[in-house]
């Protein structure tokens, strides 16, 4: 297929190299100008979409992919599938495609999680939104870029399906965290504390694969000296995004609210910035009690 991959960054890059590798004709654009091994280098966004078979975008927001698809639009062949793989506000994403149908062209909204690692190793989830037609041409990029991919609904589903496990992620570190934190001081062995917890009902992803303590259990960015894995600033994104989503639907969602203060001061007033989203776990450890 002829490939058309903008936004080559931490995660696009490696996704569109996976692409090369597969045997796929790559065309890129970067405003960075970076440049992907065995990609045609394109000059602008407009000129990587022109006679693609299929647009990919990887951006860092809703606003850059709003620009960026107001230029590849016109520029794409009629029936030509654009996919989103960014993590974007639901709107964007229903806007965007919107807008692309009208034009004659499919569209998929196609978030990933697995980070870098993932991106790397061609085995990220895929959690797309948007018509079975367009969701098909996408599928077998999908098994080239990752190893799991689920057709959520229509357009935006993709994104709402991130943003709900991302505020479920949160909530669920931030309550790991906090319990390590109250264990240390209760003079319980974090050690003790895994064996019990990862077998028991309070066991999640948070503590069984990615636990935040260093030392214990299976290697995590605790054992890295917080180094990102996932940056506490990309999941004070996620979850602003799903309060916005919440915001605009009347749902409420108290834990991801808290999850979104407590990443939000993390990030912007202490010294979050640049630490796993684990790193809330020696945040617990300095501090005393906030509430009554
Ligand atoms: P990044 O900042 O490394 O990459 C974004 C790239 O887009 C940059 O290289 C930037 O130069 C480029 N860009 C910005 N504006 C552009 C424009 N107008 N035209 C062309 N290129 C443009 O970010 P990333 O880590 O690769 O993340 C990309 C997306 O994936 C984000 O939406 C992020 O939330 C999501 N995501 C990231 C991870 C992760 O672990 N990094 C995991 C899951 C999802």
Redesign the pocket.
Known sequence: MKIGF????????PMAANLVRAGHAVSG????G?VVDGAKQAQS?AEAARGMDVVI?????GE?LR??YAEIIPASTAGAVLID????DVQSARDVAQDAVNAGLLAVDA??????G??AAGTLTFMAGGSDAGFAMAAPLFEIMGQKAVHCGESGAGQAA?ICNNMILGATMVATCEAFALADKLNLDRQKMFDVVSTSSGYSWSMNAYCPAPGIGPKSPADNGYK????AE?ML??LRLSQQAAAAVDADTPMGALALALYRSFVEEEDGRGKDFSAMLPRFEARGRSLD
Not at 29 to 32: C, L, M, N, S, T
Request: hydrophobic fraction near 45%; aromatic fraction near 4%; charge should be neutral.
């Open positions: 903008i936004g080559l960054g931490n995660m696009g890059a654009f970067d405003v960075a970076t966004a975008t990887m951006l860092p927001n850059i620009s960026v793989c960014s993590t974007v978030p990933v999680s697995g980070g870098i993932g991106a991130k990102p894995g996932f940056a990309l994104k996620d």
